[in-house]
């Protein structure tokens, strides 16, 4: 098994000329990605001469961050040779913060998830008590891991609430008291001497999705969460669109309807979020019980004393149909802001993801069913429309693919790769 020291940090230690970054920089993206294999397939791709990916290739090599094996499918004569990524060079500590749990996880480089652990939290118990139980769980998982390859390369978070994503810290988060403006990137490259990235959990699970689920391949993709809250990540281009301020995707709170009862706790009145979150959707099931509409819902409000979403999708998939029929009203409110948005953004895929989501299939049904009815022809002729693939592990996955694709962009090699590695710059994260 290699490890740290396997490393070449003397490999080259003055600033390297541009187009030899440049050229470094997409050779060992096509294959971090998997998209080339081979020195030809290099070539094929990137539109580089032989020799210089001859060159490139061989840099990687020596610095330990690309290895060459003889063991693809031989077609007599000399094996050929496949080039992949040494993502065992290192690792990454990532955790998932929800409203209701922490989820951590040690990685290696390609996404590998080799430790995870989760457990009941609440993130309002605020930032010195949850973040102190996630340094404690990164140190178990460090301990406990069997075989983590070299040292930890950074640090990845994602949080229940809307994050500036250049300085890593929580922006007015409506449902996290006490985060406002706190250091978290601060706080961890302290502690573990590596960079670190924090972003909202929706943009973390899109680029999960996208990295290592159902979105790879795809450039243009909208993955909407419905937990307690509805928010959206975008990838547009094949980019992650944060946009100006990094709040881009907030759909929850688009208003739907005009109706000074539906009192959001964002402060406004008649948001999406209001109507067919997670929450609203729990306790438009309690109300139904009360009522003496549904004797199944009624029955599991009397066992537990209150109703959430999934209690919901349960006595849906039950057939009860009082609870279909809030799903699908959730679910055709929720399309109705997708309509809009594919009309928009023109997607290929669309990942509905999240606790609720993953709960029942009517939710998803009346979705896609509104989508298609109500978006454009031309928008929705190759539209495709799916849950989730990662299921629980979609943070902490996203969360990982968030610090490895900052680490390889071109900005950060180009200033780590003199000293060798990334490990110990945690000023790296810092633009
Ligand atoms: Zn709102």
Redesign the pocket.
């Known amino acids: 098994m290699p490890d740290a020291t396997s490393f070449r940090p003397d490999a080259g230690s003055s600033p390297l000329p541009d187009e030899v970054l440049d050229a470094l920089v997409s050779v060992l993206d096509d294959v971090r990605h998997g998209r080339s294999r081979s020195r030809s397939e290099l070539v094929a791709r990137t539109g580089l001469g032989r020799a210089i990916v001859a060159r490139r290739v061989q840099e990687l090599i020596d610095r330990g961050l690309v290895v060459e094996d003889e063991v693809g499918p031989s077609t007599g004569g000399r094996p050929p040779r496949q080039l992949t990524f040494r993502a065992d060079a290192g690792h990454v500590l990532v955790a998932d913060l929800g409203a209701t749990s922490i989820g951590v996880a040690v990685t290696d480089l390609g996404g590998r998830i080799l430790g995870h652990y989760t457990e009941p939290s609440a993130i309002e118990h605020g930032p010195e008590v949850i973040l102190g139980r996630v340094e404690e769980l990164f140190q178990d998982l460090q301990r406990t891991t069997r075989s983590i390859p070299g040292p930890v390369w950074g640090v990845g978070l994602g949080v229940p609430g809307p994050v500036e994503f250049a300085s890593g810290r929580p922006v007015s988060p409506p449902i996290m008291p006490g985060w406002d403006g706190y250091p978290i990137r601060e706080r961890f490259a302290a502690r573990f001497g590596a960079p670190v990235w924090v972003d909202n959990d929706v943009n973390v699970l899109a680029l999960g999705e996208w990295r290592s689920g159902i979105a790879q391949g795809h450039d243009n993709v909208v993955v909407v969460k419905i937990g307690t809250g509805i928010g959206a990540g975008i990838i547009s281009d094949g980019r992650l669109h944060r946009g100006a301020q990094g709040s881009a995707g907030d759909v929850?709170?688009i208003q739907v309807v005009d109706d000074a009862s539906v009192i959001?706790?964002?402060?406004?009145v008649g948001?999406l979020?209001?109507l067919a979150g997670g929450a609203a959707i729990g306790r438009h099931g309690e109300a139904a019980a009360l009522e003496g509409r549904s004797p199944r819902l009624r029955a599991a409000l009397d066992e537990r004393g209150a109703l959430s979403a999934e209690d919901v999708a349960r006595a849906a998939a039950f057939g009860d149909p009082v609870a279909v029929d809030l799903l699908q009203s959730a679910g055709r409110r929720v399309g109705h802001m997708l309509a809009s948005v594919v009309n928009f953004f023109n997607p290929s895929l669309i990942i509905i993801g999240g606790g609720v989501a993953q709960s029942g299939d009517q939710l998803l049904a009346s979705i896609r069913e509104t989508v298609y009815r109500r978006s454009l022809p031309l928008s929705t002729r190759d539209l495709l429309i799916q849950r989730s693939s990662l299921g629980l592990h979609g943070g902490v996955l996203g969360a990982s693919a968030l610090v490895v694709d900052q680490l390889f962009t071109r900005d950060a090699i180009e200033r780590w790769l003199p000293a060798g590695l990334p490990a110990g710059m945690p000023d790296l994260a810092r633009a």
């Open positions: 929850g709170h959001c706790r964002c402060g406004n948001c979020e209001a």
